[in-house]
């Protein structure tokens, strides 16, 4: 009987040379599945079902597409599309592709006279500061050109990404959702080497 060898196996842990456990390719392969096609399907889908909705939008994306022709995207192609990409970038604001995200308190913090001891896991609600009327007008409108170069909202957003994981340095505040009593302001810093960690200041 054969065996069929598979690039995947070969494959080494460039810190130690060793090859991965079975476990660390599932879990690599777990994560390529979601966070690689789920985060990207839900983005295109939601940004083509609002173009659908808005045909003014519409007709301003649809230029930079016929300008491309036929042939596939480039990198350098986006410089020349800003009017999609400030589709995408209101998409991703509107309907994150993962909604919140963990952290682990690295050192005992205190949060609006809450304490929170270290190693106690957190959750940042992205979808909740990315409808947070203190840091957008009109949040649940969907407007691509507040992403235009100049409009006043992209400044209060300061560091916040536009995605599902939080990833490099990272100043985020919380707002009270409707209907909810509490409120969470932290100012955290992630990396994208340990996402899972924040350490507040």
Same mark, same amino acid.
């Given at each position: 009987?054969?065996?069929?060898?598979?690039? /995947?196996?070969? *494959?080494? %842990?460039?810190?130690?040379?060793?090859?991965?456990?079975?476990?660390?390719?599932?879990?690599?392969?777990?994560?390529?599945?979601?966070?690689?096609?789920?985060?990207?399907?839900?983005?295109?889908?939601?940004?083509?079902? $609002? *173009? @659908?909705?808005?045909? @003014? /939008?519409?007709?301003?994306?649809?230029?930079?597409?016929?300008?491309?022709?036929?042939?596939? *995207?480039?990198?350098? %192609?986006?410089?020349?599309?800003?009017?999609?990409? $400030?589709?995408?970038?209101?998409?991703?604001?509107?309907?994150?592709?993962?909604?919140?995200?963990?952290?682990?308190?690295?050192?005992?913090?205190?949060?609006?006279?809450?304490?929170?001891?270290?190693?106690?896991?957190?959750?940042?609600? /992205?979808?909740?500061?990315?409808?947070?009327?203190?840091?957008? %007008?009109?949040?649940?409108?969907?407007?691509?050109?507040?992403? &235009?170069?100049?409009?006043?909202? /992209?400044? +209060?957003? @300061?560091?916040?990404?536009?995605? @599902?994981?939080?990833?490099?340095?990272?100043?985020?505040?919380?707002?009270?959702?409707?209907?909810?009593?509490?409120?969470?302001? &932290?100012?955290?810093?992630?990396?994208?080497?340990?996402?899972?960690?924040?350490?507040? +200041?």
């Amino acid at each position: 009987m054969a065996v069929h060898a598979d690039r /995947i196996s070969e *494959l080494t %842990d460039p810190a130690t040379g060793k090859p991965f456990t079975d476990k660390e390719i599932r879990d690599d392969l777990f994560a390529f599945l979601f966070a690689g096609h789920d985060t990207t399907a839900t983005t295109l889908t939601y940004s083509l079902w $609002q *173009l @659908g909705r808005n045909p @003014g /939008i519409q007709e301003r994306v649809a230029p930079e597409a016929v300008d491309l022709g036929d042939r596939p *995207l480039r990198a350098n %192609d986006i410089e020349h599309l800003p009017c999609t990409v $400030q589709v995408i970038h209101e998409s991703l604001r509107m309907c994150p592709p993962g909604a919140t995200t963990g952290r682990m308190a690295m050192q005992d913090v205190e949060v609006d006279g809450y304490r929170i001891p270290a190693g106690t896991n957190t959750v940042v609600g /992205i979808y909740a500061f990315h409808h947070d009327p203190a840091l957008w %007008d009109e949040p649940e409108k969907f407007d691509p050109e507040r992403f &235009a170069p100049g409009r006043s909202e /992209i400044g +209060r957003v @300061g560091s916040i990404r536009l995605s @599902g994981v939080a990833h490099g340095p990272v100043s985020a505040t919380v707002s009270p959702c409707s209907k909810q009593h509490s409120v969470l302001r &932290a100012s955290c810093e992630s990396s994208a080497c340990n996402p899972s960690t924040t350490s507040f +200041r």
